[in-house]
């Protein structure tokens, strides 16, 4: 099977503009969730969607939002950039919702907000 | 705050050498796993333990879980420069009081360097 894509890889935009990253899931898989990791704050929890519905969520500004579609595929936008979500950003896929099953992680988005 | 904590924050061995990582957690887990990452790319799934499982192997891989210590650890036995990465404990936490949602949450990685 192929594994967890993520587009684009790499992204320069400037303070106060929006962006969108894409994920597409392992085939068969109905879950994905986003981490956001950084050198201060390590990996941290996004969002999860399951079955095109957002199950869970960590704590994070309501700038940052989400969406599952019928093909299990997820964008992740964040609006009103700031130099603080300079970032990588990595979405997991996994056949079940939550931590309980391995999730697979592409290989990530590089965001830099200048 | 992490509900996983790793130690030693970094590990630096010869090649061939065994490497061992810890991992403590906070709370009540179904599972850990342990993850690698090499030089900010993506994450890369080891091994997953659950909560009734004492130790388990993958390989040159082994994971012991103690539930009453709320703490693991990887060994990675006979190491390769190729082992070098950051590496991750995260449990399956479950975060709100009905105990139907669960999120993986990661500590902040031991850094391995194994030297040729």
């Known amino acids: 099977k192929a594994g967890v894509t993520q587009t684009p890889r790499y992204l320069i935009k400037t303070r106060g503009q929006q962006v969108t990253l894409s994920c597409s899931p392992i085939s068969g898989h109905r879950s994905v969730s986003w981490y956001q990791q950084t050198p201060g704050q390590g990996l941290q929890f996004l969002f999860e969607y399951f079955s095109e519905t957002q199950r869970n969520k960590g704590n994070f500004p309501g700038r940052f939002s989400g969406r599952q579609f019928s093909n299990s595929r997820s964008e992740m936008n964040v609006s009103t950039l700031e130099l603080g979500d300079s970032a990588l950003y990595l979405c997991a896929s996994s056949s079940i919702s939550g931590g309980r099953e391995t999730q697979y992680f592409g290989p990530g988005t590089r965001l830099l907000v200048l | 705050s992490q509900q996983g904590e790793e130690d030693p924050q970094a590990l630096s061995i010869q090649e061939g050498e065994n490497a061992t990582m810890n991992c403590s957690y906070k709370?009540?887990?179904?599972?850990l796993q342990w993850y690698r990452q090499n030089s900010g790319r993506g994450l890369v799934h080891l091994i997953l333990?659950?909560?009734?499982?004492r130790e388990k192997h993958s390989g040159r891989l082994r994971v012991t879980l103690d539930t009453s210590k709320k703490s693991s650890s990887l060994l990675i036995t006979a190491s390769r420069a190729a082992d070098t990465a950051s590496y991750f404990c995260a449990t399956d936490a479950i975060y709100n009081s009905g105990g139907s949602n669960y999120k993986l949450t990661f500590g902040k990685g031991t850094l391995l360097t194994v030297n040729p």
């Open positions: 333990i659950r909560s009734n499982e």
């Open positions: 709370t009540s887990i179904n599972n």
